[in-house]
């Protein structure tokens, strides 16, 4: 199932933003759901994820301690609150699902551009 990526905008250095990650029907507890952005003219890079049933998470060392990633399974969706935020995340933000950690999804939805600029 594609997962929908929204909540992308143009923020100044340091500022803030969180991304949503939906989905149609139900998210079983075995699957882990992630966000991985794609900055222009390089190669699509994981950022973290999280496991629906435990709730834990993982993070990329570029984003440790700036970025959380949650879920709200009454919702069905996954977050990603970016603060901190640098000239160097500006990206496509994609959200994925798979079966394992680590990730390697099999199909990608829609992005969410996210532009880190004064």
């Known amino acids: 199932v594609q997962q929908q990526a929204s909540g992308g905008g143009l923020v100044q250095p340091g500022g803030s933003l969180k991304l949503s990650c939906a989905a149609p029907?139900?998210?079983?507890?075995?699957?882990?759901k992630g966000w991985f952005r794609q900055p222009s003219g390089k190669e699509r890079e994981f950022v973290a994820a999280?496991?629906?049933?435990?709730?834990?998470?993982y993070c990329a060392d570029s984003v440790k301690g700036r970025f959380t990633i949650s879920r709200d399974g009454a919702k069905n969706t996954a977050y990603l609150q970016m603060n901190g935020l640098k000239p160097e995340d500006t990206a496509v933000y994609y959200c994925?699902?798979?079966?394992?950690?680590?990730?390697?999804?099999?199909?990608w939805g829609q992005g969410t551009q996210v532009t880190v600029s004064s």
């Open positions: 994925a699902a798979d079966v394992a950690y680590p990730m390697s999804p099999e199909s």
């Open positions: 029907g139900r998210t079983f507890s075995s699957t882990v």
């Open positions: 999280i496991r629906w049933g435990t709730g834990r998470t």
